[in-house]
């Protein structure tokens, strides 16, 4: 694109560089995550990093491609939800979990890896909740981005669906697997088996009546059979 005027040129540097400084800055938070050797859970730092570091790229591609290739633009639509739900998995997931990690370490002594991935143990009710809260908002911002692609003229390939599909399902089986986890451990808190979870499968009733338990009856405080009791 050539540029005849002062106000032209401006106009078109503007249009280059505002899609290059996200990714900018989400290198620089990348390194800084990877500099911070003794910082609990600093992975989780770094996972998101990455996520916001691919979709802010992923973004500046597809801000691109309708300007300089009009031919291409339902192709890139076809992108735009993975690209979202990339983002939103590291901003309502991973930097949560990392943040969540810095006060278990400190307040429980234990790491999130422990409370989310381990059946042993207990979990309170604000991690109950806290779990709870952060996968149903992923949950919708996969049926938020699923509705808006609908809208969009897309034109799918085969690997634009299979990214799209190989995405969502990453996402859903780390949201399925740490709320399984986090409610066997609220069962433990109770003194009760894991598989008091299969109330679960109870339609309607056991969900509604398993949620309000879990959310509201108070852990034991003493130690049982399953660990040490935690704060509630």
């Known amino acids: 694109m050539l540029c005849y005027t002062g106000l032209e040129c401006l106009q078109y540097s503007i249009e280059i560089v505002y899609p290059l400084s996200e990714p900018l800055f989400n290198v ?11 910082i609990p859970g600093r992975s989780w730092l770094v996972g998101f990093a990455i996520c916001s570091l691919i979709s802010s790229i992923l973004y500046g591609i597809f801000y691109f491609i309708p300007m300089n290739y009009p031919e291409y633009t339902e192709y890139s639509y076809a992108y735009r939800f993975t690209t ?8 309502f997931i991973l930097l949560p ?3 969540f990690n810095l006060w278990s370490s400190k307040t429980l002594n234990l790491s999130a890896v422990s409370i989310l991935f381990s059946w042993r143990g207990r979990v309170t ?4 909740w806290g779990a709870g809260i952060a996968n149903a ?15 969009l003229p897309t034109e799918e390939t085969w690997f634009s669906i299979g990214f799209k599909y190989f ?7 780390f949201s399925m697997w740490t709320n399984l986890i986090v409610t066997i451990k609220r069962w433990h808190d109770l003194n009760m088996s894991g598989w008091m979870t299969l109330c679960l499968l109870v339609p309607l009733i056991g969900a509604i009546g398993c949620m309000i338990y879990l959310g509201f009856v108070k852990g034991k405080k003493d130690d049982n059979r399953f660990g040490e009791a935690l704060i509630q």
């Open 28 to 38: 620089f938070l990348l390194a800084i995550s990877l500099s911070l050797k003794n």
């Open 84 to 91: 979202r739900l990339i983002y939103k998995f590291g901003f």
């Open 167 to 173: 995405t969502v399902l990453t996402v859903l089986g």
């Open 125 to 128: 009710r604000s991690i109950y």
């Open 97 to 99: 979990v990392f943040l």
């Open 137 to 151: 908002i992923l949950f919708l911002a996969i049926i938020d981005g699923i509705i808006s692609l609908g809208y």
